[in-house]
T-cell receptor, first 113, second 112 residues
Framework: DGGITQSPKYLFRKEGQNVTLSCEQNLNHDAMYWYRQDPGQGLRLIYYSQIVNDFQKGDIAEGYSVSREKKESFPLTVTSAQKNPTAFYLC????????????FGSGTQLSVL | KQEVTQIPAALSVPEGENLVLNCSFTDSAIYNLQWFRQDPGKGLTSLLLIQSSQREQTSGRLNASLDKSSGRSTLYIAASQPGDSATYLCAVNQYRDDKIIFGKGTRLHILP
């Protein structure tokens, strides 16, 4: 089945720890996105990438880092500099183009211990 | 800076009613607008995508319209069912940087 796989589904972070959220897609999509969702809120863009080895900051990139070494993979690292990391993290992808639908993974819930 | 607003934030209606969800955006320089559905604790599912040159799109009981010049879109749901209960979000894909910006959503509850 084609789709976007996010792992783990639940993740716990200790103070001062970096954690990495995985996002893998087998849809052959060029563009990939990371969003953060807080309770009762919409989605806020963290980082996005339109081609391999290139990515751009979204609206709330501070405290996060990404890499795009392979077309299929776009991991997100939540660093210790992110002081309020508890949120639902969503990865998305789409074909590059002006009118292509966005597809989402099932999300990772990150909580602080 | 693009701002996307959805009204109302929450809505409860009896089963069988037709309803309208609203989305407005401040910068009309967009490629398209999408409507999504999100169930609790889940990812988003795309419902409809309207290109900037289009006025509306239909899928089953759903109809979405776009008035780009006034910065508005509506999602019309006909003959609502309890299974339609979810949060509905709209998002615009803006020209200048290809970002996709979301509203905060409308939480819909269909009463059996």
């Amino acid at each position: 089945d084609g789709g976007i796989t996010q792992s783990p589904k639940y993740l716990f972070r200790k103070e001062g720890q970096n954690v990495t959220l995985s996002c893998e897609q087998n849809l052959n999509h060029d563009a990939m996105y990371w969003y953060r969702q807080d309770p009762g809120q919409g989605l806020r863009l963290i980082y996005y990438s339109q081609i391999v080895n290139d990515f751009q900051k979204g609206d709330i990139a501070e405290g996060y880092s990404v890499s795009r070494e392979k077309k299929e993979s776009f991991p997100l690292t939540v660093t210790s500099a992110q002081k309020n990391p508890t949120a639902f993290y969503l990865c998305a992808s789409r074909v590059t183009g002006t009118n292509e639908k966005l597809f989402f993974g099932s999300g990772t819930q990150l909580s602080v211990l | 800076k693009q701002e996307v607003t959805q009204i109302p934030a929450a809505l409860s209606v009896p089963e069988g009613e037709n309803l309208v969800l609203n989305c407005s955006f401040t910068d009309s320089a967009i490629y398209n607008l999408q409507w999504f559905r999100q169930d609790p604790g889940k990812g988003l599912t795309s419902l409809l995508l309207i290109q900037s040159s289009q006025r509306e799109q239909t899928s089953g009981r759903l109809n979405a319209s776009l008035d780009k010049s006034s910065g508005r879109s509506t999602l019309y749901i006909a003959a609502s069912q309890p299974g339609d209960s979810a949060t509905y979000l709209c998002a615009v894909n803006q020209y200048r940087d290809d970002k996709i910006i979301f509203g905060k959503g409308t939480r819909l509850h269909i009463l059996p």
